[in-house]
Structure formats: structure tokens, C-alpha cells
């Protein structure tokens, strides 16, 4: 079983930038592809951002290609995503999720075993 804690979101103004982290509990959380995904109000979820287990292999939608980073630290049970020059339509609830098992990375959310509670990003326009 894995246990997913999302940080780091909050307000910030349009052009501003956030860092969100997962922590992660699970010793095999380092074997784990991971996903940052996103809902806006009446919107499905999303995918934002996607990495491999071992970080070599990342995806991002072309929104937010060029602003947002995906990394990990498998030593710290952590990934994070770096989002700079926000704009408001970057508003949303903000979810990491872990897959169980593969070598990439996965982009739909029927691909993920395990989900944080969330965390919300508000751009401020």
C-alpha cells in the first residue's frame, strides 16, 4: 500500500510560480511511475505531468510544456513539480498518483493505483 501527501499549493498571481510535492510512503515508492494530474471545476481530470521510475523518461500535455518541470527523488520518496509563469487557467485541484510497476510513464488516470488527497493551485488573474 501506498500513501500519497500532496504540499505546496496555494495562490499566486499570474507569471508566479509554485513547487508542489508528494510525499510518498512505501518502501517500493522508488518503482513507481508517477503522474501529476489536475481538475478544474466541471472539468474532467487531467493529466499535467508524467516521469518513470528512475526519472529518465518524463511526459508533459502541451499546456504546460516549457513552464512546468517534473522531477523525483527516490531517496526522499518525493516527487515535485516545479510551475513557473502560471496563468489562471493553470487553476485547479492539483493530484499526484503512483502506478504499480512498468518502465515509462502513463497518462491516463484508469492507469493509476494510488491517489493523494489533492492540493489547490488558484491563479489569481
Known amino acids: 500500500q501506498v500513501q500519497l501527501v500532496e504540499s505546496g499549493g496555494g495562490l499566486v498571481q499570474t507569471g508566479g510560480s509554485l513547487r508542489l510535492s508528494c510525499a510518498a510512503s512505501?518502501?517500493?515508492?522508488?518503482?513507481?511511475?508517477m503522474g501529476w494530474f489536475r481538475q478544474a471545476p466541471g472539468k474532467e481530470r487531467e493529466i499535467v505531468a508524467a516521469?518513470?521510475?528512475?526519472?529518465?523518461?518524463?511526459y508533459y500535455t502541451d499546456s504546460v510544456k516549457g513552464r512546468f518541470t517534473i522531477s523525483r527523488d527516490n531517496a526522499k520518496n518525493t516527487v515535485y513539480l516545479q510551475m513557473n509563469s502560471l496563468k489562471p487557467e493553470d487553476t485547479a485541484v492539483y493530484y499526484c498518483?503512483?502506478?504499480?510497476?512498468?518502465?515509462?510513464?502513463?497518462?491516463?488516470?484508469?492507469?493509476?493505483?494510488?491517489w493523494g488527497q489533492g492540493t489547490q493551485v488558484t491563479v489569481s488573474s
Open positions: 498518483a503512483a502506478h504499480r510497476g512498468g518502465s515509462g510513464w502513463y497518462s491516463r488516470p484508469g492507469e493509476y493505483d494510488y
Open positions: 512505501g518502501r517500493t515508492f522508488s518503482y513507481y511511475p
Open positions: 516521469i518513470s521510475w528512475s526519472g529518465g523518461g518524463t
